[in-house]
C-alpha cells in the first residue's frame, strides 16, 4: 500500500473517532484500521507479547513495546484519549495561533497512539511533538511508522530516557503520560506526573488532567448480575459509596502526605470493598468503570474473610508501586496506626 493511501486511511480513522461518541461497531472499525496500518509499518505486534520483554525502573514497570502496540486496540481508551488531546491542541492554539503548539509525549511505545494518529490533522507550523521513551526499540519501531507516514516535519526532538528523571530543556504546551494500570498499580504514572507538572509552565496542560480512585461496598451478586444483564427489565443494583482513597493531578503530586481513612458501614449485603479508577484526560473527556483496562474495577477488601470498622489506604511508590491499606480500630488511633505501618 502506498504512502498516500496509509495517510488517507489514518486521517479517515482518526476524524471517525473524534466524532462518533459511543458507536462502538464504528469505534472498533477505525481503531482496527489504525492498528493494521501501525503495526505493518512498524513491525510490531501484540502477538509479540512475551517475546520482548519489559523494563523494570525504580518507579515502576515499562511495559514492553508489543504490550505497548496493544493499548491501541482498546478502542473506547484510544478514543477518548484521542477526543482529549484533539480538544486541548485546539484550546491552545487558539490562544496562541501565532506559534505551533509543543507537545511533549513521555511513553510513545512503538506506535505513538495517543499524537501520531492527530499529526494529518494539522500543519507542521500549527504543532509540534518531542517523544520520550526508555525502550529503544519503541522508539526505532515508531522512527519507521514516522518516515514512512512522511510526518517528520512535526517530530522536534527525540528522547530515550526515563520520563520519572528526564529533565525538559524547553517549554511544552501539553504534557501527555498515559503509562498505568488499573488503581494506579505497577507502572510509573503517578512517578511521572511528579517529575513533569512541576517542570512545566502553569499554564500548561498534562494529560491525563486527573486520575481518581473511589472506594464502594458491593454486592457480588448484584455486580454479576449487573454484568450479565440482557433483558428488558434491568437487575436491581446498589453499592455503598465509601468516597474518595486517592487522587492525583497537577495540585496534588505530594503522595507522601496523602493518608485516607474510610468508615466501613455494617452492611453485611454488601461485603466485598472495590476500588474504582475514573481517568479525566481532558475537559469532560473521561474514561471510567470498565470502558478499558487502566479502569477496571479491583476487588480490595472482603469484610466476610475480616471485619473492618474503618480502613486506612495510602499508596507505595518503588518498584512496584501500589495502593496499600490498613484496618485501624478506632479514628482516634489512626495516625499513630498509619504511621506505624508506613
Known amino acids: 500500500m502506498d504512502q498516500t493511501s496509509d495517510i488517507s486511511i489514518v ?6 473517532l473524534l466524532d462518533c461518541a459511543d458507536d462502538f461497531f464504528i469505534m472498533k472499525q477505525s481503531v482496527d484500521a489504525l492498528y493494521n496500518v501501525f503495526s505493518r509499518i512498524a513491525g510490531v505486534s501484540p502477538a509479540q507479547i512475551g517475546v520482548d520483554k519489559d523494563i523494570i525502573l525504580p518507579s515502576g514497570k515499562a511495559i514492553s513495546p508489543s504490550a505497548a502496540a496493544h493499548c491501541l486496540l482498546e478502542m473506547k481508551r484510544t478514543a477518548v484519549f484521542l477526543r482529549g488531546i484533539h480538544q486541548s491542541v485546539l484550546q491552545k492554539l487558539n490562544n496562541r495561533a501565532d506559534k505551533p503548539v509543543r507537545i511533549l509525549y513521555a511513553g510513545t511505545g512503538p506506535y505513538g497512539t495517543l499524537v501520531i494518529p492527530l499529526l494529518p490533522l494539522f500543519t507542521p507550523d500549527k504543532i509540534q511533538i518531542d517523544l520520550l521513551d526508555i525502550n529503544p526499540a519503541s522508539l526505532e519501531a515508531l522512527q519507521k511508522l514516522i518516515d514512512e507516514l512522511q510526518l517528520n516535519e512535526y517530530i522536534g526532538s527525540v528522547f530515550c530516557e526515563d520520563a520519572t528523571t528526564f529533565t525538559l530543556s524547553r517549554n511544552y504546551d501539553i504534557a501527555i503520560s498515559e503509562t498505568m494500570l488499573a488503581c494506579l498499580k505497577s507502572e510509573p504514572q503517578v512517578a511521572v506526573m511528579q517529575n513533569i507538572i512541576p517542570q512545566l509552565h502553569p499554564e500548561a496542560i498534562f494529560i491525563p488532567e486527573e486520575i481518581r480512585i473511589d472506594a464502594a461496598l458491593t454486592n457480588p451478586k448484584m455486580e454479576q448480575d449487573r454484568l450479565l444483564y440482557y433483558e428488558n427489565e434491568a437487575p436491581p443494583f446498589r453499592r455503598i459509596e465509601l ?13 507522601d502526605r496523602m493518608q485516607k481513612i474510610i468508615e466501613i458501614p455494617d452492611e453485611k449485603d454488601f461485603p466485598v470493598l472495590k476500588l474504582f479508577t475514573t481517568v479525566k484526560v481532558f475537559g469532560d473527556e473521561l474514561l471510567s468503570e470498565n470502558d478499558s483496562s487502566i479502569t477496571l474495577p479491583v476487588n480490595f477488601y472482603d469484610l466476610r474473610k475480616k471485619t473492618a470498622q474503618h480502613i486506612v489506604f495510602w499508596y507505595v511508590q518503588g518498584e512496584k ?22
Do not use: C, H
Not at 486521517?11 to 471517525?16: D, E, G, I, K, Q
Not at 474518595?244 to 505530594?254: R, S
Open 11 to 16: 486521517r479517515n480513522a482518526v476524524r471517525t
Open 321 to 342: 508501586p501500589y495502593i496499600e491499606s490498613r484496618v485501624v480500630r478506632t479514628p482516634a488511633l489512626y495516625q499513630t496506626e498509619i504511621m506505624n505501618a508506613l
Open 243 to 255: 468516597g474518595n482513597v486517592f487522587t492525583v493531578n497537577k495540585k496534588t503530586l505530594d503522595i
